[in-house]
Every structure is written in structure tokens, then in C-alpha cells.
């Protein structure tokens, strides 16, 4: 009863972190970030507009999202499906591969890509629903974590549960250790507890980088603020075409606070002339400076989109097509990012099949052994026109005695290792010797 009670003090006294200021800002900012993704952006731009002019009923809130365009241009690590292939039994394959399309593996894995590089941070979560393996993606808005003494060495997994109706006292958590599954209430008391029927925690963390010393990664704060302040921008300008392409209405000696209703069926009637007093009503040209708006606009895009490695090419209107080393150049830093992703998510692969496997096992009748392993295979992707150039590149090298074909193999797909790229090169020699011979 003493170790019970412990327990529970423990647990309530560490769930009092996942309600501190920083804690809190982390989720607010991710929820934010992540409702900009989605084009959630009104009741934001609502409330800047409100604070800049006053008046919000006199702008129309106009939304464009570069948040979704810039972070789905920068998760390419499976802008192709990956291949997956287990080294196992023929049976271990094929239960595998049924995992694969059950749980929308590919489609559940580009999606975890994204908003780790988005919110830089997120879970991927293992679990048996209807009858089969499911993942669910998790953001760092619901969760909260317990680590070891590295960010790398996760003990616990908290999410976060809110209740449809909005009402704070039912709202729960569910706590995940490796030896136990808890429900909290909203107070952090633990209010059902049982033992983890996989004895170990059912969830891979997916960062967007290496954690280096905290186990969330700091969400950066630019690509928000530029988004902000794009759809700010955008509004005023249509506020400001509004006026510009109707004229300023003016009015000169009319008696104060009299009401003026403009409009083609709307009469209005001025003052007679006097000798000492003159009323006037005119519309006037607002000279508004919309072409220097829609400069800055784009200068905002621009430097949202150079900002985070992205090349000119992708947002300009130019349609001269660029060469193909000049692709090549534009594109590098995204390539040195990919191979970075990619570097990261074969780990996350392999961490992510040894629960699959974990969970399958506990469930299913079809076993995955402890033997079988798992090859992840990341499709490459090429500039379009550069292929011709690089082959006449291998060519000369080849000529010169300074690369095989083994190496070209290698080059062609890094996902080969040398003995790959040898039983390849022989499979397609072999395959070229029986077509010379069926052609004959």
C-alpha cells in the first residue's frame, strides 16, 4: 500500500511540469503552427486586424498559406513511397507486407515527415484497432514526456485527452510506461492503472533533428511570423484596391455627424451655396501605393521561401525554363537536406518495425520472428534534365579508369550496398544475355 501511494505522489507531483509556463507555450505554439498547416488562419488574422485598425468589420480577412506550401516542400524524404523489404521467411513477408497496407504505412510515415518538420518534434504511436496494426501520428500539442538522463532515453509518454464537451474537469491523460498503462484526471490523479501489455512503450519519436540535450525541439517562430504578417498585408491591399477603385468620398461644409449614404439608387443633398459658406461632396483619388504593397508582399514570399533553403525557382513566375545545372545548383541544399532526413528516418524505420513487430506478435496469430530484419529502401530523386549530362560525366570517368559500374550502381541508388549493386549489375547482364538469345 505504501509503494501504491508513492506511486501515485510520484506521478501527480511529475505531471505538475506538464502544466508549467514553458510547457504550455510549447503547445500553443504548436497547436498555432499546426492550424496555419491546415489553413486555420482566420481567427488569427481577425485578431491582428482588430489590433492594427480598430475596426476589423472594415477589412476582409484574406488568408494565403505558404506555411503548408514551404513545410511539404521540405519534407522529401518520402515525396516517393519508400520500399520496404524483411529479410525473413517467404510467410514473414507476406505478413508484412499486409502490415504495410493495413496501416497505410506509407501514407502514415509521409505524414510523420511533415509535421516533424513542421512542430520538429512528434510521436509515432503503435496500436492494435479493429483487428489490425494502426499507427497514429502525434503532436506535441496533446503530448508530454518523461526522459532518463539523455532526451534519447524515453520513460514515459503522457497524451493528453480533451473531452467534446470543452470542460476542463474531463479532461484525461493516459500515461504509457514500459511496465504500465494509466488514466490520470484532470488533476494528474491516477484514476485506473494497469500493467503494459507489450512491456515496452509503443511509440517512436520522430525529430526533425537530433535531440541534443531537451527531448522537444524548440518550434521556430519565423515562419509564423512571416505568415502573419503576409496575411495582414494582403488584407490591407484589398482594402486599399477597394477604395482606390471607387475614389475617397470628401465632403466639405456639410453639418456635423450628418449621415451619407453612398450608392447608385442614394441621392445626396448639400446645402445651398451661400455668399459666405460653400458645402461641397466629391470622390477623390486615393493615390494609394498599391504596386509598392504587392512588392512588399512578394518580398515577404521571397524571403520566406530563401529563408528555408528553398531555391528562386520555386516561386517565381519566370517561365523561361532554367538549365539543368543550374536545377542542380538551386536544388543542392535541398539534397543535403534530404540525405539528412533520410539518415534519420532509417532509424525511425528500424525503431518503428521492432514495435510493429512487438505489437503484431501480441495479437495476431501470425508471428514476425525476432530474427527476420527490416531494408528500407528511399527512392532518389532526379532533375528531370540532368540525366544525359550525368551519364556522359560517368562516361568519361569510367573512360579514365577512375569509376566502375559498380560505383555508377552505387551512385544511381545509395540505398545499394556494394554486394547490392554487383548481384544487380550481373541480374541485368543475365537478362540482356537471354533477350540477345529470344531475339535471335
Known amino acids: 500500500m505504501f509503494f501504491e501511494s508513492t506511486t501515485a505522489k510520484t506521478v501527480e507531483k511529475s505531471f505538475q511540469t506538464y502544466l508549467d509556463q514553458a ?145 476542463v474537469k474531463e479532461t484525461q491523460y493516459h500515461r504509457w510506461t514500459a511496465d504500465t498503462f494509466q488514466i490520470l484526471n484532470y488533476k494528474g490523479q491516477v484514476i485506473s492503472s494497469e500493467p503494459n501489455e507489450y512491456g515496452i512503450l509503443p511509440f517512436v519519436a520522430v525529430h526533425d533533428t537530433c535531440p541534443v540535450d531537451e527531448f522537444f525541439q524548440p518550434i521556430p517562430e519565423d515562419l509564423a511570423s512571416l505568415q502573419e504578417s503576409i496575411n495582414l498585408k494582403i488584407s490591407d491591399l484589398l482594402h486599399t484596391i477597394g477604395f482606390q477603385s471607387h475614389g475617397q468620398p470628401v465632403s466639405k461644409g456639410l453639418p456635423d455627424k450628418q449621415e451619407i449614404k453612398i450608392g447608385p439608387n442614394q441621392a445626396i443633398s448639400l446645402p445651398a451655396d451661400t455668399r459666405d459658406k460653400k458645402s461641397d461632396f466629391k470622390f477623390a483619388d486615393t493615390n494609394a501605393k498599391i504596386l509598392e504593397v504587392v512588392e512588399a508582399i512578394q518580398a515577404l514570399i521571397n524571403w520566406a521561401y530563401i529563408s528555408h533553403g528553398l531555391p528562386a525557382s520555386s516561386i517565381t513566375s519566370d517561365a523561361k525554363e532554367a538549365s539543368g545545372i543550374a536545377k542542380q545548383v538551386d536544388n543542392f541544399e535541398l539534397e543535403e537536406l534530404r540525405q539528412d532526413d533520410q539518415d534519420l528516418f532509417r532509424i525511425y524505420e528500424q525503431d518503428l518495425f521492432r514495435i510493429v513487430r512487438a505489437v503484431n506478435n501480441h495479437h495476431s496469430p501470425r508471428k514476425l520472428s525476432d530474427n527476420c530484419t527490416l531494408k528500407t529502401d528511399f527512392s532518389e530523386i532526379k532533375p528531370p534534365v540532368a540525366e544525359k549530362g550525368q551519364l556522359e560525366a560517368w562516361q568519361i570517368l569510367q573512360d579514365m579508369g577512375l569509376i566502375s559500374v559498380v560505383d555508377i550502381a552505387m551512385k544511381k541508388n545509395p540505398d545499394l550496398t556494394r554486394e547490392d549493386a554487383e548481384a544487380l549489375i550481373l541480374q541485368v547482364q543475365e537478362d540482356n544475355r537471354i533477350l540477345e538469345k529470344t531475339t535471335i
Open 23 to 167: 510547457t504550455q507555450a510549447r503547445k500553443i505554439q504548436a497547436e498555432k503552427l499546426i492550424d496555419f498547416f491546415h489553413g486555420k488562419q482566420l481567427d488569427d488574422l481577425k485578431r491582428d486586424l482588430f489590433q492594427y485598425s480598430g475596426n476589423v468589420d472594415q477589412l476582409k480577412p484574406v488568408c494565403i498559406n505558404i506555411v503548408k506550401k514551404i513545410n511539404n516542400r521540405l519534407a522529401q524524404v518520402y515525396n516517393k513511397p519508400a520500399t520496404r523489404s524483411v529479410d525473413g521467411t517467404a510467410q514473414e513477408k507476406d505478413i508484412f507486407e499486409q502490415i504495410q497496407i493495413q496501416a497505410k504505412y506509407n501514407i502514415k510515415m509521409k505524414q510523420a515527415s511533415r509535421y516533424a518538420k513542421l512542430v520538429k518534434t512528434v510521436l509515432v504511436r503503435v496500436l492494435y484497432r479493429n483487428g489490425k496494426i494502426a499507427l497514429d501520428i502525434l503532436t506535441p500539442d496533446i503530448v508530454d514526456v518523461e526522459t532518463g538522463s539523455s532526451p534519447d532515453n524515453l520513460k514515459a509518454v503522457i497524451i493528453t485527452h480533451y473531452p467534446a464537451s470543452g470542460k
